[in-house]
């Protein structure tokens, strides 16, 4: 069994339905850490060594956030500037992550049609989530591709929502007992684009 | 009694009068002294007689300055500064020995020339340290640097004064300076001498470290402060007394009674006791070199005068500079290094006349060289003035593209004046951050508790300006308050805004009410003493009952900052009200509904607007 170490960031946790959800169908899990950033450093002044070692203790890292300005809040940013330290993260002798799955979990305000080259938003979510691929590539972890919930300005129905965080629970489930299918995933734009797809059993 | 008062009114007029005068032109006040000196003395008004006796009674105006000058120098600091003391100190003295007996060495036979060669190797301790104080550069690296040599100076009288009566060409009374105190012991055997010299060091040393810390406490405790300041100056004028009767320099003894001193809690108290003393009697020492310039002489021997002054002066310079260039002194600093000792010393007076009574020198060199040394003595701050207008501002263009210095945080200076509850956690942060706070406290009890926690704590009131004066106010960046005391702290600001108008003010108000008064007086950093720990509390609170950690602390946030942004209006609501009649519960009642209307308009929503907007197109 993969432990899992999710990431989460969110400004104003108690107005997002979404992420209320998501983090209700993940967060009681067995050997699932729900970590809530803004809750442990509302101040940002995050405990680099305590973040490296809950980091060495799990196999799955996620990052799980709103999508803002194509990017995350500011305090996962903040996290990955000061726990991601050379020598430890990346660099020759910084082995620390390798090998370990990486995954990005985001919730974003428009839809799949503004997420392309003809789209108000130009590019494609992966295009747009680059440089959070190139940190995992640097840290030689295993990439997935991102784990988004597309169009939820206009404010998501029930039942939609439910089963988001029905999906968020499944792909979170697979990771934890081995039974996704990693190379197969990666061929995918989106990791929740089609789960049945790439979990086995 | 009356010509006694008489005369002292001249000088402290003299003092008044020329003081002010001379700062106003940027003069420095030493020059002021000395200009005062020239007008009361007998080639001006003729005010004064008998200058030899008050130059000589007012010397120990020096004295008393060497035992501040001990008060400022830790033991630490001093074995810190033993290189540039003995290295740069024994380099100047030897080299300007060997260069002025050598020149003079033409002119007179070599003991002559040795003699003179010894006495004017030694610059103006008085004269030097005063400007270099009033300039603020005593703690920079050149004023520390002219600090040791001059240390170094002090330290070679002795030895000259051993070696000048072997100089001897003619045979005189001996003996005719020593024991001036209450015993003589220049009767003794050698050995016994020597054991009386080890002695009395020790003495002083024991009496500083280990008995003056109780005898002090016991004053401080009676609080009546003329005991204390009488006690301060019994120390001072009893060690002279005993070093002058082993025959040391009583400068060298009162100098190591205070470095000894230097880490005692009464530190700022004995500086702030002796300071006054040490100006009068430095003052009139300089109104009395000024008056005792014999212009007769210097009037039919102008031309040599001139010459000699100028060769002493160059000699010296290039000896400065040169020592300044061998110790590896930054090119900026070698020259106010030089510029700065490059005069003759007031101990030349007393050794010319050592010289003269022991057969060194004749009675017609000694007063062309005394008259000599007090023309330098004169120039030595109108020098300065030279490296001010000319060569530092040169310096200053040459090295533009230089980055500035960096300012260390321990060189940061901050009084903190009180050290209760409040002190006490502020102190700490603020060692912690690497600055280490001149701390003042009135509570005997609690001073000696923090000491042996090792901070600098000194007992007195902080409302004393003598105190706050040595306490550095002068040269500190800020000052805290945070007396327990409301008036006492007004009191505290209104002085600090009066005599240190460049020192900023961070104050702690006891309440709401003490804040508006701390506004009246245009203190810009106010923080009132229960509203962090109210707020902090409040969001503890928010959290315990389920609002997400990061709420509750935006919300705390949030309510600081309109607090503040209310805080004006506020303030003019109240002190409108003020003019009218009102009881103070009604005020106080008013206040609070005005505030608590204040908080109703407080939005929160306003923080989480970009995180809730929806996007306007899509």
């Given amino acids: 069994m993969n432990k899992i170490l999710i990431l989460f960031g969110h400004p104003a946790f108690n107005r997002s339905k979404i992420n209320a959800a998501l983090r209700a169908a993940v967060e009681e899990l067995e050997s699932v850490t729900f970590h809530d950033l803004y809750a442990s450093y509302p101040d940002f002044l995050i405990d680099v060594p305590h973040e490296q070692r809950l980091c060495e203790a799990h196999d799955v890292i996620v990052l799980q956030h709103p999508f803002y300005w194509y990017a995350t809040p500011a305090i996962v940013k903040e996290w990955l500037d000061l726990v991601l330290e050379h020598a430890w993260a990346y660099g020759s002798n910084g082995t620390a992550l390798s090998g370990k799955i990486f995954l990005q979990a985001l919730t974003a305000g428009g839809g799949p049609d503004n997420y392309r080259s003809e789209g108000s938003n130009l590019f494609t979510i992966q295009e747009l989530t680059a440089p959070i691929r190139a940190t995992a590539n640097l840290c030689r972890m295993d990439w997935l591709p991102p784990f988004a919930i597309l169009g939820i300005h206009r404010g998501l129905p029930e039942e939609v929502c439910s089963q988001h965080a029905q999906d968020y629970r499944r792909a979170i489930l697979a990771l934890r007992d081995n039974q996704l299918d990693l190379q197969r995933a990666r061929s995918f734009e989106l990791l929740n684009q089609d789960l049945s797809a790439i979990i086995n059993g | ?618």
């Fill in chain 2, 1 to 618: 009694m009356e010509p006694f008062l008489l005369k002292l009114l001249i000088f402290l007029a003299a003092a008044v009068i020329a003081v002010p005068l001379a700062r106003k032109c940027n003069l420095g006040s030493v020059l002021g002294y000395l200009i005062a000196g020239i007008v009361i003395g007998p080639f001006g008004l003729s005010l004064m007689e008998d200058i030899d006796a008050v130059m000589h009674f007012t010397e120990f105006g020096v004295v008393m300055m060497l035992f501040l000058v001990g008060l400022e120098l830790k033991p630490t600091l001093l074995w810190k500064m033993r290189t540039p003391i003995l290295g740069m100190g024994g380099a100047q003295v030897l080299i300007t020995i060997a260069a002025i007996g050598f020149v003079s060495a033409f002119f007179m036979p070599w003991q002559h020339a040795l003699a003179t060669g010894l006495i004017l190797s030694l610059s103006s301790t008085a004269i030097v340290l005063q400007t270099l104080r009033e300039k603020g550069l005593m703690n920079t690296s050149p004023g520390r640097s002219v600090f040791s040599v001059l240390l170094f100076q002090d330290l070679a009288v002795i030895p000259i004064l051993a070696v000048l009566p072997l100089l001897a060409t003619s045979v005189m009374h001996t003996g005719a300076h020593h024991g001036s105190g209450i015993v003589d012991i220049s009767a003794l055997p050698p050995y016994l001498r020597l054991l009386a010299v080890l002695l009395s060091i020790g003495f002083i040393f024991i009496l500083g470290k280990y008995v003056s810390r109780p005898l002090f406490r016991t004053i401080a405790a009676t609080r009546v402060r003329e005991v204390f300041v009488a006690a301060a100056l019994a120390l001072v004028i009893g060690i002279s007394l005993l070093m002058t009767a082993v025959g040391l320099s009583p400068a060298l003894g009162t100098f190591i009674a205070g470095v000894v001193l230097a880490d005692s809690e009464y530190r700022h108290e004995l500086e702030s006791d002796i300071e006054p003393f040490k100006g009068l009697l430095l003052g009139i020492f300089f109104i009395s070199i000024g008056a005792s310039l014999n212009f007769t002489l210097i009037n039919t021997r102008l031309a040599l005068i001139v010459g000699m002054v100028a060769a002493l002066i160059l000699i010296k310079g290039a000896v400065l500079l040169a020592v300044a260039k061998l110790f590896k002194m930054p090119a900026n600093e070698r020259w106010l290094f030089g510029f700065a000792l490059a005069q003759g010393g007031e101990f030349a007076f007393v050794l010319f006349q050592f010289a003269r009574s022991n057969g060194v020198l004749p009675v017609p060199l000694t007063e062309m060289f005394i008259s000599v040394v007090a023309i330098s003595m004169f120039l030595a701050p109108l020098l300065f003035l030279l490296y001010d207008r000319l060569i530092a501002p040169r310096l200053q263009t040459t090295g533009a593209d230089r980055p500035a210095d960096v300012v260390e945080s321990s060189d940061r200076k901050v009084i903190l004046a009180g050290f209760g509850r409040l002190g006490t956690d502020l102190g700490r942060l603020l060692i912690a951050a690497g600055i280490k706070p001149v701390i003042l406290d009135h509570d005997e009890a609690n001073v000696d508790i923090l000491r042996r926690f090792g901070f600098e704590v000194y007992y007195g009131d902080a409302t004393r300006l003598d105190l706050l004066e040595s306490a550095g106010a002068a040269e500190a960046e800020l000052i805290i308050i945070t007396l327990g005391d409301r008036q006492k702290s007004l009191e505290l600001v209104k002085l600090v805004q009066k005599h240190y108008p460049d020192l900023k003010i961070a104050v702690n108000a006891v309440d709401r009410r003490a804040a508006y008064d701390f506004m009246d007086l245009g203190v810009a950093t106010i923080r009132r003493e229960t509203f962090g720990t109210a707020l902090t509390l409040g969001q503890d609170a928010l959290q315990l009952l389920g609002f997400h950690p990061y709420e509750a602390y935006k919300i705390r946030r949030l309510f600081r900052k309109k607090d503040k942004e209310n805080m004006p209006e506020l303030y003019k609501m109240v002190r409108k009200d003020t003019d009218k009649y009102r009881s103070m519960y009604q005020q106080h009642d008013a206040n609070l509904a005005a505030l608590m209307r204040q908080d109703q308009e407080i939005d929160m929503e306003e923080l989480d607007k970009a995180w809730t907007a929806a996007s306007p197109e899509t």
